[in-house]
Nanobody, 125 residues
Framework: QVQLVESGGGLVQAGGSLRLSCAAS????????LGWFRQAPGKEREFVAA????????HYADSVKGRFTISRDNAKNTVYLQMNSLKPDDTAVYHC??????????????????WGPGTQVTVSS
């Protein structure tokens, strides 16, 4: 069992930056593939970024590629999402996700076992 809690969301102007953190409780954090999804009001949940258990491989949605960076610190049981050059379209609730035992990165929400409650990111124009 893993519990995920996100932090770092807030209100930022377009062009600004935020860093989201997701702290995980429970055992075997190193065994989990991790990711971030987001959901804006009235829109479907959207894949943002994913990282393998070792951190050696990452994958991004085209909409955030080159602007967002996912990373993990297994010693701190934490995964991060650095978001630069933010746009109003990035406004959403961002959720941290975890998949037990994955050896690759995963982009579909159904592939993940655990979800955090989310943190709100609002980008003003």
């Amino acid at each position: 069992q893993v519990q995920l809690v996100e932090s770092g969301g807030g209100l930022v102007q377009a062009g600004g930056s935020l860093r989201l953190s997701c702290a995980a409780s429970g055992r075997s954090f190193r065994s989990y593939s991790l990711g971030w999804f987001r959901q804006a009001p009235g829109k479907e949940r959207e894949f943002v970024a994913a990282i393998t258990w070792s951190g050696g491989s990452t994958h991004y949605a085209d909409s955030v590629k080159g602007r967002f960076t996912i990373s993990r610190d297994n010693a701190k049981n934490t995964v991060y999402l650095q978001m630069n050059s933010l746009k109003p379209d990035d406004t959403a609730v961002y959720h941290c996700v975890a998949k037990l035992g994955g050896s690759a990165y995963y982009t579909r929400s159904s592939e993940y076992d655990y979800w955090g409650p989310g943190t709100q990111v609002t980008v003003s124009s």
